[in-house]
């Protein structure tokens, strides 16, 4: 019944489609994995019940070996259940069987909503959890009426909650539906309190039991969630590389397999390299090569032509530097060690060039406004050495702690100017090899991050000649010391990391602006059969989307209208329709609003799936729209019926437009150039067409 789940064994475009990849090898091989981690408790679900078996992925089209079925089957499953759903919602606003069973057909033929929820992406399972936290508190505010704190009363509140979580737990633009959820529970609070017929216990168990059901639970099962997926993975994977040293340390293999044993105090004599704690554009570490700096950079500024320091994103033996003592001329660790804490005064030598890292009154080559950082060389000329750093631990405990590996975060203050260790995060030129600039930052204010460093890879050294020091620099550590992250420590930075992290590429081929989407002016094409011109878009019905938005537009309308009639006494509409009115346009017309105008103000690539929630919405609206227009402004039975006539007739278009776009929906029959061009109704659709 459900082979169709199967078809296409390949979707082609790159765009939010990493589903499988995820499943494969961020869960299979239980590798940590960044995006959308919260999906990982539902995906590990499926795929334990079907055995797959991570090893086919690599294939360009999924082999027998791979679960198709059974990872389509869970967005098939919320697209399917948001049909329902809809009708639920209208009903539950108290709106008729026509205006509801309207809704549902409308959800139900509206093809983009049918493409996303065919494949193996998300943005179906968010918008059934949406529907799902609209329609139970809507059961819970009816039942407020007649039975409050009965079981129907507590299993609505509680499943709102959850629904909530759920819908953020698929991913971050659920918190748009739980922010709409939480302003009309307000605004309903806000009323409750005014309530006079009821006590004061009374009103504060009603206000208690909201607080844990629609905070409290939301918050601790977006904690569970995380709790599973730090549980399920940990092992180092392809994508840890982004996070901080101290959480790729806590990950099985990877960082972890190199550090595991290092020494924990930094003691003076110590090999280490160090990443910056910042991490952008690219995790780098502090890094030197023979190389020296032009005498001349491109713009007709001098350097010093001392020897370049730079930041480098790749492992690399260059990126060891010795802590040395300025007291002492010996670059091995003492016996006893002595630990470096902070506020010590250090020198920090390049392994394998044992140059000095130094830096003095010449203007960086990108960055003039700063100074620049080199290894010094002694030239025999009037620019003697200024190498001397002292150690700030931003995140002490106390003013005598000791510097530690992966644990502490670190400034280095140069003791001459007071300049601080920065990275710029700019690209050097073809003569610094492409790496990122390091600078001295002397008007630093604050601890931001690019200036703060942490010692990722440790060992005591104990070659006594430079040939026996280099010889311990290519070696690999030893030794067995664990320093495992708490969870909320690394739940905390992985929140932080999925919120701000932002990719290099900024533009794609299925690219779009909001204001694309409310004209449906773009469309996303997922598959293109390898031999005939059979194909998948996600495409929108033309006619719902355009009606969807007019029909937002005009509930604006019509509620400053009544609005400015009721400040002046005059009542259009009886007192209940008035809040129906209300409540359908705060659930329906706000969560279009907060689930779209956000959008504006964000940077990242944007795509036409990301206005799915706010379209469904709008498609709930619709409905509600057009039984208003009959019921409250077609004043005759004659104005009533011919408005009857033509949304039958409007119904009809949109249900010939959903099958006239079936091929680029189901993509299950081949087309010829010709039909590819009629289906193009828009200049801007990229439909695939063979010559």
């Not at 204001?515 to 878009?537: C, E, F, G, K, V």
């Amino acid at each position: 019944m459900l082979e169709f789940l199967k078809r296409p064994m390949v979707v082609t475009a790159d765009i939010n489609l990493h589903v499988v990849a995820l499943t494969g090898v961020g869960l299979l091989s239980r590798l940590w994995h960044l995006t959308y981690p919260r999906a990982v408790c539902i995906l590990e679900s499926m795929r334990l019940l079907h055995g797959f078996s991570a090893a086919v992925i690599a294939f360009p089209e999924y082999t027998s070996n791979v679960p198709v079925w059974s990872l389509r089957l869970l967005p098939a499953l919320a697209g399917a259940l948001s049909v329902p759903m809809a009708y639920q919602i209208v009903s539950e606003l108290q709106y008729s069987h026509c205006a509801a069973m309207g809704a549902a057909l409308l959800v139900l033929i509206e093809n983009a909503l049918i493409t996303q929820s065919r494949l193996m992406l998300l943005e179906s399972p968010l918008i059934f959890f949406n529907l799902l936290a609209v329609l139970s508190y809507l059961k819970f505010f009816n039942s407020q009426k007649h039975s409050p704190f009965s079981l129907p009363w507590w299993f609505w509140l509680t499943l709102t909650g959850v629904a909530c979580a759920c819908a953020v737990g698929v991913k971050y633009m659920g918190v748009f539906t739980y922010l709409l959820v939480l302003g009309v529970a307000a605004v309903h609070a806000w009323q409750l309190i005014g309530d006079q017929t009821l006590s004061n216990v009374c009103v504060f168990c009603h206000l208690l039991s909201r607080a844990v059901a629609l905070l409290v639970i939301p918050v601790v099962m977006y904690l569970l969630f995380f709790y599973v997926h730090l549980t399920l993975l940990y092992r180092s994977g392809p994508h840890d590389q982004i996070m901080s040293s101290p959480f790729q340390a806590s990950l099985e293999g990877g960082l972890a397999r190199i550090t595991q044993g290092q020494p924990l105090e930094v003691a003076f004599g110590s090999q280490v390299t160090l990443r910056n704690v910042f991490g952008k554009p690219l995790p780098c570490w502090l890094h030197s090569h023979q190389n020296a700096y032009p005498m001349i950079y491109e713009n007709g500024r001098g350097s010093s032509h001392q020897q370049q320091v730079t930041c480098y994103p790749f492992k690399d033996v260059n990126n060891w530097w010795i802590v040395k003592d300025p007291g002492r001329h010996e670059l091995v660790v003492s016996n006893p060690p002595k630990p470096v804490r902070h506020g010590d005064v250090v020198q920090l030598v390049h392994g394998m060039t044992t140059r000095f890292l130094n830096t003095h009154d010449v203007a960086a080559p990108l960055s003039p406004h700063a100074q620049e950082i080199s290894c010094y060389v002694d030239y025999n000329i009037s620019m003697p050495a200024q190498n001397l750093w002292r150690l700030d631990i931003v995140n002490r405990e106390s003013d005598r702690d000791s510097w530690k590996t992966i644990l502490s975060e670190v400034r280095f203050v140069h003791v001459n100017t007071s300049a601080v260790l920065k990275l710029s995060g700019a690209h050097l030129p073809d003569w610094g090899f492409r790496q990122l600039e390091v600078v001295g930052e002397r008007l630093a204010r604050g601890h931001h991050e690019s200036m703060l460093w942490n010692v990722e890879e440790h060992r005591y050294g104990k070659g006594q000649e430079q040939r026996e020091r280099e010889l311990e620099l290519h070696a690999p550590t030893r030794a067995d010391i664990s320093r495992n992250l708490s969870f909320m420590a690394r739940f905390s930075e992985l929140q932080w990391r999925m919120l701000t992290l932002r990719t290099e590429d900024t533009e794609h081929k299925y690219s779009s602006t909001p204001l694309d989407w409310l004209t449906l002016d773009t469309n996303i094409a997922y598959w293109l059969h390898p031999r005939t011109s059979a194909q998948i878009h996600l495409v929108g019905n033309v006619v719902i989307w355009t009606s969807a938005s007019l029909a937002t537009a005009a509930y604006v309308l019509l509620f400053l209208w009544y609005l400015l009639r009721r400040r002046r006494r005059a009542c259009d509409l009886p007192e209940d329709a008035w809040l129906r009115w209300l409540l359908a346009g705060g659930l329906c017309a706000g969560g279009w609003a907060l689930n779209f105008l956000p959008f504006f103000l964000t940077e990242k690539t944007l795509f036409l799936y990301h206005y799915l929630p706010a379209l469904t919405f709008q498609v709930l609206l619709l409905p509600i729209v057009l039984q208003h227009v009959g019921d409250h402004l077609c004043r005759s039975q004659l104005q009533r019926s011919l408005f009857s006539a033509l949304v039958v007739a409007w119904y009809s278009s949109a249900c010939r437009t959903s099958y006239t776009l079936r091929p680029l929906t189901y993509g299950d029959r081949s087309l010829s150039p010709g039909d590819l061009q009629a289906l193009r109704w828009r200049e801007s659709w990229d439909i695939l067409i063979r010559k």
